[in-house]
């Protein structure tokens, strides 16, 4: 729930802190620069959602051209499919028999698809798909050198075949994801990443496709190499996501998109003349991929997050014009963690608050 005095087009200055932002101008230039890119390159994108987790969001990805979306977890996909996106990829396994039921409940009611990387999962699916009398999609994910989950290349061929096989269940193709190298800074590097895993996904297929099997499907990649993705014929789609609000750490890839994420922070104590003390901390912004900058600021460095405090320092010399009750904006490190810290996402245009966004899927990790 927002707070019930903000309302919609109050100035941007006087919406309660810590409050997590959308600069509506970047999210739009950013959804709009990928559109345009997968339109020239003739293939499909599928953003990944579980970034942003805002069905607002995933509805404008869809409006500008997007095939469908990916989620992580069942729970994600259920709060997508309430707001009524019917063509979900869970790019993930889903494993025990809660959650296999709560994805056949969810195949009653829009279309979607599952990895596999395991018979037994597979067996289970099926089952589930034949008691519930749905006929979800299945993608066979391949390891293709994250070591996360995904069948070795070797043994994709033997895994397609049964998921072909299962009466219940509609195999489609494959996906893999090459998350090891995503967000490399070194270009260099994370290209020919890129080019060596993905050659792998489209070998996979190659494989599939000469046992007289149809891949309809082949997906991968994220933020950092989906540009190498859309130059392999074998791809089909891509499932890029932090590219729609981007972090930090994604900032520092020089990729070409605005940050459009920011959480707005408040100046509660100026203890030293080269200390500025604001309102958010751990509990408002996560700091896995590195401490977050502050907009605009280069003479501001955040040195430490406290439960809820936000700890700068200022460089070069004391820090003569902030005191309590100014504003900040950090740049989050991390947009995916940070978002699932909280309930909505404040939509700003022109410094004013434009819409409040419910992060619906802030949360469903089962
Ligand atoms: C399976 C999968 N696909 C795609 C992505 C794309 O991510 P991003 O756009 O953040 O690089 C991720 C990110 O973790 C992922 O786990």
Redesign the pocket.
């Known amino acids: 729930m927002s707070d019930p005095t903000e309302y919609i087009d109050m100035p941007r200055d006087e919406i309660d802190t810590p409050v997590l932002l959308v600069d509506l101008a970047a999210l739009e230039y950013n959804i709009a620069k990928l559109a345009e890119h997968f339109r020239q390159a003739g293939k499909n994108l599928r953003p990944?959602t579980?970034?942003h987790k805002t069905p607002a969001i995933a509805q404008l990805q869809l409006a500008a051209g997007a095939q469908g979306i990916?989620c992580?977890k069942v729970g994600e996909a259920e709060a997508m499919a309430d707001a009524g996106i019917q063509d979900i990829l869970i790019?993930?396994e889903v494993i025990g028999r809660r959650k296999i039921e709560r994805l056949m409940a969810l195949a009653a009611r829009c279309d979607i698809m599952v990895a596999v990387d395991h018979p037994q999962n597979l067996a289970d699916l099926d089952e589930a798909a034949k008691t519930y009398k749905v006929r979800p999609r299945v993608l066979v994910e391949v390891n293709i050198g994250h070591n996360r989950c995904g069948v070795p290349p070797a043994a994709v061929v033997e895994l397609a075949r049964a998921a072909d096989k299962a009466e219940n269940l509609r195999f489609c193709g494959i996906m893999g994801?090459e998350?090891h190298i995503?967000?490399l800074e070194d270009k260099t590097a994370r290209e020919a990443g890129a080019h060596e895993c993905i050659q792998r996904l489209v070998d996979a297929r190659a494989d599939i496709e000469g046992a007289g099997l149809e891949c309809s499907i082949c997906s991968a990649?994220?933020?950092?190499d989906y540009y190498i993705s859309t130059t392999f014929d074998g791809i089909t789609e891509v499932?890029?996501?932090?590219?729609a609000l981007m972090d930090a750490a994604y900032g520092k890839l020089d990729l070409g998109f605005k940050n459009a994420l920011s959480v707005l922070t408040t100046v509660t104590s100026r203890p030293a003349p080269d200390q500025v003390i604001t309102d958010a901390g751990l509990k408002s912004l996560t700091p896995e991929h590195g401490l977050p900058p502050v907009k605009d600021r280069p003479d501001l460095e955040c040195h430490a997050l406290s439960e809820e405090h936000g700890r700068l320092r200022s460089i070069g010399g004391p820090c003569t014009d902030l005191q309590p009750c100014d504003l900040l904006e950090f740049i989050p490190g991390h947009g995916?963690t940070t978002i699932n810290l909280h309930d909505n996402l404040y939509a700003i245009r022109d410094g004013r608050l434009e819409a409040i966004w419910p992060i619906a899927g802030r949360g469903k990790v089962r």
């Open positions: 990944h579980k970034s990916t992580a790019a993930n994801y998350g995503v967000d990649s994220g933020t950092g499932q890029a996501g932090s590219y995916c």
